[in-house]
């Protein structure tokens, strides 16, 4: 494992608070499958991720009723930040990127978002998705903010009381900006929930063969694939990210690990290779997925 000195002299040229550059090209405007089946997922997935989060909350005792929640990367629907709203928190999403109004798609998913959280939840008030049905065409009940996670222009600084994200910090292009950036925005006593995915995304079932290229062969693919590879990050370096930018890392949940049978072949191959990564032990290494819960602290 890296000691943090270590680790600080072997950062990439572009690591740093002062370098905050994203990458400048669309990813992904492709129209969402419209599909009742794909719909049908897409629904089932955003009240799914919308019901860890608020369970994530409560377990934090951070109400959702009254707060203002950021949501980084929301992807080619709204669905999570707006059963949020319907709990009561004043909703943002930042993106690059942000998703245009799919017709066909997003007039049909908000609908059976409606009913499937009416249907669910009867008590809570579901006027937010509601108004996106009404006024077809825009997603009005919530705030987007095209920005990178890197520079969220346009958010005040100390003003978002909770920021989320899901399986979105492994594709910035400057994740140490990043974690400044977030702790710049959060108010004292605010918290982060960040899910990463830290497998090579070109193969799952293959999750560490990116760790095998060098820096300047990296950050080449990197840029071509717009960063849908992912990052080659590892969890204890977003760890200390955070820490530095001066959020209180409260929990760390590694929720998927590689298999030993993975491993057992990958490690040789690592020891052998340039990598930077080849002197990780078997146990930090064996992490690729995990989330992160954040508290800025009130003298932070």
């Known amino acids: 494992m890296f000691s943090a000195a270590a680790f600080k002299q072997?950062?990439?040229?572009?690591?740093?608070?002062?370098?905050?550059?994203?990458?400048?090209?669309?990813?992904?405007?492709?129209?969402?499958?419209?599909s009742p089946d794909a719909i049908e997922r897409d629904v089932a997935y955003a009240m799914k991720i919308s019901n860890e989060y608020v369970e994530l909350l409560e377990k934090q005792e951070s109400a959702l009723k009254g707060a203002t929640v950021l949501e980084l990367g929301p992807g080619h629907n709204y669905g999570a930040a707006l059963v949020l709203a319907c709990h009561g928190a004043d909703v943002v999403v930042a993106d690059r990127f942000p998703v245009p109004w799919?017709?066909?798609?997003?007039?049909?998913?908000?609908?059976?978002?409606?009913?499937?959280?009416?249907?669910?939840?009867?008590e809570i008030d579901t006027a937010p998705i509601k108004?996106?049905?009404?006024?077809?065409?825009?997603?009005?009940?919530?705030?987007?903010?095209?920005?990178?996670?890197?520079?969220?222009?346009?958010?005040?600084?100390?003003?978002?009381?909770?920021?989320?994200?899901?399986?979105?910090?492994?594709?910035?292009q400057n994740p140490e900006c990043v974690a400044h950036e977030l702790h710049r925005v959060t108010r004292s006593g605010g918290i982060?929930?960040?899910?990463?995915?830290?497998?090579?995304?070109?193969?799952?079932?293959?999750?560490?063969?990116?760790?095998?290229?060098?820096?300047d062969d990296f950050g080449k693919m990197f840029a071509e694939r717009n960063g849908e590879c992912g990052r080659q990050t590892r969890h204890f370096e977003m760890h200390e990210f955070f820490r530095i930018a001066g959020f209180e890392v409260?929990?760390?949940?590694?929720?998927?690990?590689?298999?030993?049978?993975?491993?057992?072949?990958?490690?040789?191959?690592?020891?052998?290779?340039?990598?930077?990564?080849?002197?990780?032990?078997?146990?930090?290494?064996?992490?690729?997925?995990?989330?992160?819960?954040?508290?800025?602290?009130?003298?932070?």
């Open 131 to 172: 108004r996106c049905v009404k006024t077809s065409g825009t997603h009005k009940s919530v705030m987007v903010v095209e920005s990178s996670a890197e520079n969220l222009a346009g958010i005040a600084d100390v003003s978002i009381d909770i920021i989320l994200s899901n399986a979105v910090l492994e594709h910035v």
């Open 10 to 34: 072997n950062q990439s040229p572009v690591s740093g608070a002062a370098n905050c550059v994203a990458a400048q090209l669309p990813v992904n405007w492709r129209k969402p499958d419209d």
């Open 192 to 215: 982060g929930l960040h899910q990463i995915d830290f497998r090579d995304h070109r193969d799952f079932s293959r999750p560490l063969e990116y760790l095998l290229l060098g820096a």
């Open 102 to 122: 799919f017709e066909g798609y997003h007039d049909k998913f908000y609908e059976l978002l409606w009913q499937r959280l009416a249907d669910i939840r009867p």
């Open 250 to 300: 409260a929990a760390f949940d590694a929720n998927w690990i590689a298999t030993d049978e993975y491993l057992d072949e990958f490690m040789p191959r690592l020891g052998d290779s340039g990598s930077r990564y080849k002197t990780i032990t078997r146990d930090e290494l064996r992490i690729i997925s995990g989330r992160f819960i954040l508290h800025k602290l009130g003298n932070a």
